[in-house]
T-cell receptor, first 114, second 114 residues
Framework: DAGVIQSPRHEVTEMGQEVTLRCKPISGHNSLFWYRQTMMRGLELLIYFNNNVPIDDSGMPEDRFSAKMPNASFSTLKIQPSEPRDSAVYFC????????????FGEGSWLTVV | AQSVAQPEDQVKVAEGNPLTVKCTYSVSGNPYLFWYVQYPNRGLQFLLKYITGDNLVKGSYGFEAEFNKSQTSFHLKKPSALVSDSALYFCAVRTYYGNNRLAFGKGNQVVVIP
């Protein structure tokens, strides 16, 4: 079975450029999460969706970050404009809504902003 | 608010020896507890979870974890560690009332010495 699919796997971009990260959740899953991982801050939840609706975006760092889920099989995380401090690994994860259900992670998008 | 503590930064163990990675949690209500493993340059992989029932939970790769309600702990164990178990291990907790959020600990780096 296909897991959570993220693209690109690696991206190097210049400060000020727009970055778009993409995610395809596991088929049948109706909750989707975006996490960011850095050495300093560990794993941070940025935003999550239930049934394509953003439920909690309190972890989104600032207005430069935005996330959308136009349908059940696709989500994007956009950073505009990007800054060097945005360099991190961004993970998308999905599950069937319900606290006892396992959340499954993608392989991550490794972003470097120079 | 729900939270998880992983008190040790690094756990070193010789190959063949027992491995224990510690986790304590704080929640309101009954916890759902999870362990994930992250190998270098990879996403988080689900190992095991406790929802209800038997306090000893068995998971992937020979790992198990014991839920202890009185000590609010969920330590991960493996009877005989392998060099290939060297990775970053995350404990996480959700609750029925947790609004679907999965709260992660900071992670423990496990180093298995040949």
């Amino acid at each position: 079975d296909a897991g959570v699919i993220q693209s690109p796997r690696h991206e190097v971009t210049e400060m000020g450029q727009e970055v778009t990260l993409r995610c395809k959740p596991i088929s049948g899953h109706n909750s989707l999460f975006w996490y960011r991982q850095t050495m300093m801050r560990g794993l941070e939840l940025l935003i999550y969706f239930n049934n394509n609706v953003p439920i909690d975006d309190s972890g989104m760092p600032e207005d430069r970050f935005s996330a959308k889920m136009p349908n059940a099989s696709f989500s994007t995380l956009k950073i505009q404009p990007s800054e060097p401090r945005d360099s991190a690994v961004y993970f998308c994860a999905s599950t069937i809504a319900g606290s006892a259900n396992t959340i499954y992670f993608g392989e991550g998008s490794w972003l470097t902003v120079v | 608010a729900q939270s998880v503590a992983q008190p040790e930064d690094q756990v070193k163990v010789a190959e063949g020896n027992p491995l224990t990675v510690k986790c304590t949690y704080s929640v309101s209500g009954n916890p759902y507890l999870f362990w994930y493993v992250q190998y270098p340059n990879r996403g988080l992989q689900f190992l095991l979870k406790y929802i209800t029932g038997d306090n000893l939970v068995k998971g992937s790769y020979g790992f198990e974890a014991e839920f202890n309600k009185s000590q609010t702990s969920f330590h991960l164990k493996k009877p005989s560690a392998l060099v290939s178990d060297s990775a970053l291990y995350f404990c996480a907790v959700r609750t029925y009332y947790g609004n679907n959020r999965l709260a992660f600990g900071k992670g423990n780096q496990v180093v298995v010495i040949p």
